[in-house]
């Protein structure tokens, strides 16, 4: 099968599609572009099958240039046959390519390598015929390779050797070694055992669990475990399943003189040679496996973080908690702007509460405060029950609302935070986060590194490059779904537009600075290094509300604002009356007259027409605004106040394997295992859930000396 016939039968796609795609990417369109701007090429591809296209080619083709590189190599000592050319060609995996390459491959000096180079190997191949009879005893035949020169004093010597060299060719055949890591993985058992005190890996001193069906949460924290010296972990399986397939290979004559010394052999081969590198074969196939489940989960999980609902048109507070150094507040105005900063020292050590109280009530009546944001780390406990006491006392309609503060140090210690806010402080910098994050979650988030959002589970047990490379394209996916106004984003922000990169940012940014506001999209290529590639990449998903073409404040492409006006022309509209709030009826005209035939008309395709239609008829929408808000507060809860089956309202902070963290208004979040989440059969909670999906529990457990507290979904 060719690539893109594997990839077409991976995906379910049609290999048309796959073409298409393909071509369009060695081209240099992005994915985001593709998905939104070439529908009609790919056949409507969207932007989760692109990415997982685009991922699978580049591994195939790797696989497929390390495929040719092997057989070069190969074929440059001479044994390249078409027995190896054959099975190169159909294995599947990097690891069955290097099997196959494994005798080949130069070796490190091993105890074979020796014993060949002492001359041994003809009476190796002596023995691997295993004859039903030999001319004299094996250690006669052996006497004749004695040689105190070359390391081989006596028979015994020379015996050894021999069957070092009949080890190693076992341990390097490809499909020994294939059959044999299908057996261990299928058999095999994962286990544990404790090496010293660490409470947090308790229920794994002593655990056993089948390999094949562990789950990929258990992988990492029992990897977690051993690389911090707790546990000691490895794969075991009935070695005398494994011996048994090895014997039945290898041995062709049980009534050989032989037989003895290739039963040992095999039995050396395995013990020494296989067993452990199918081990650590096996170990690694699971974590890559559990890894990929991992971050899948983790896209999913930040994925619906930055494309919660923004809280649009308010002053926040934000409010950054701790103890020693306080409390850090900023007001920032609906738009982003920082009004005013403060300190409070409400907790402990100072205490000094009534101080804190005319601070707060001062910010709040003079900028009209609409909402509090209260970080969720170190002290937010104490601050809530403060913040909301403060409300009761000062009867105003200011709400609050807990956020998480995840990755919010992070921003503020970086360059990025620096660089906005020169004059903060690190913890000033959190409370304008915090806040901002509340306001508009994505375009405050992508000024933070995805894996430091906290929305993950052994994120930092990972290869780095494979999460760092998955949660940025969840990030550019998110940001380019939404769009992003020219006039205000940030070059975070801006760098993960489709076709710009981190350095064009900046200079959008600097040349903002130094022209005033954009007024055009087309203005955007005056910008040094933006190019005509770029430009085509980016446009799309650019926004000038103020320019004078109403179609640069949508998502309709500069390359179709002949079909929109002509489209606009067939139905009786204006520019102006989709400025004037959009053409709400225009969708269903279109259906009615025919999508098909006004495309065929017009020359282009039916996708692209719907896809104007839908921005003529809300220009400038954004995406989120069908979610539901951020659920806000007027007073706090304590784990004192909650009892078993009381019904809260809560809030999905994180999703894992075996459930999800819920915040229900009390400092520490609720777990709601898997089992408590649906009556139905669910094989994983994201099934049901995702972060910021507000749900009904009901409290199951209390556990207040540990702080933890159950909670069901199940009425």
Known sequence: ??????????????????????????????????????????????????????ERLTYLRGLESRREEVASLIDGQGKLTDEIREALASASTLTEIDDIYRPYRPKRKTRASVARDRGLEPLAELIMAQRHKYDGTLEEIAGAYVNEETGVPDADSALAGACDIIAENISDTAEYRRRLREITLKYGVIESKKLTDAPVYEQYYEHSEKASSIPSHRILALNRGEKEGALKVSVTVDRELTLNYLMNEVVSDPSSPAFGLISATVCDSYDRLIAPSVEREIRASLFDAASEAAIGLFSQNLRALLMQAPLKGKTVLGYDPGYRT??????????????????????????????????????????????????????????????????REIDCDTKYIIVSEAGASVYSASKNGAEEFPDFDVTERSAVSIARRLQDPLAELVKIEPKSIGVGQYQHDMKEARLDEALAGVVESCVNSVGVDLNTASYSLLSYISGINITIAKNIVKYRDENGEFTSRAQVLKVPRLGAKAYEQAAGFLRVS?????????????????????????????????????????????????????????????PTLNDIAGELAKPGRDVREDLPLPQLKERALTIEELTEGMELDGVVRNVIDFGAFVDIGVHQDGLVHISEISNRFIRHPSEVLSVGHQVKVWVKSIDRARGRIGLTMKK
């Open 1 to 54: 099968m060719t690539i893109n016939e594997i990839i077409s039968e991976e995906i379910g796609i049609k290999v048309n599609q796959v073409e298409a795609a393909v071509s369009l990417l060695d081209d240099g369109n992005t994915v985001p572009f593709i998905s939104r701007y070439r529908k009609e090429a790919t056949g409507g591809l969207d932007d989760d099958q692109l990415r997982r296209l685009s």
């Open 326 to 391: 306080g409390c850090k507040l900023a007001v920032v105005t609906p738009t982003g702007s920082v009004l005013d900063t403060a300190v409070i020292y409400p907790t402990k050590p100072h205490e000094k509460i009534a101080e804190a109280k005319r601070t707060v009530e001062r910010l709040i009546r003079k900028y009209g405060v609409d909402v509090i944001a209260i970080g969720n780390g170190t002290a937010s406990g104490e601050s809530e029950m403060f913040i909301s006491g403060l409300l």
């Open 546 to 606: 103020n320019s004078d073409e109403v179609l640069d404040n949508t998502g309709v492409h500069p390359e179709s604002y002949s079909v929109a006006a002509a489209l606009l022309d067939k139905f009786g509209y204006t520019k102006e009356e989709v400025r004037g709030g959009g053409l709400r009826g225009l969708p269903e005209k279109v259906r009615s007259y025919g999508a098909d035939k006004l495309a065929e008309e017009w020359g282009c395709g039916a």
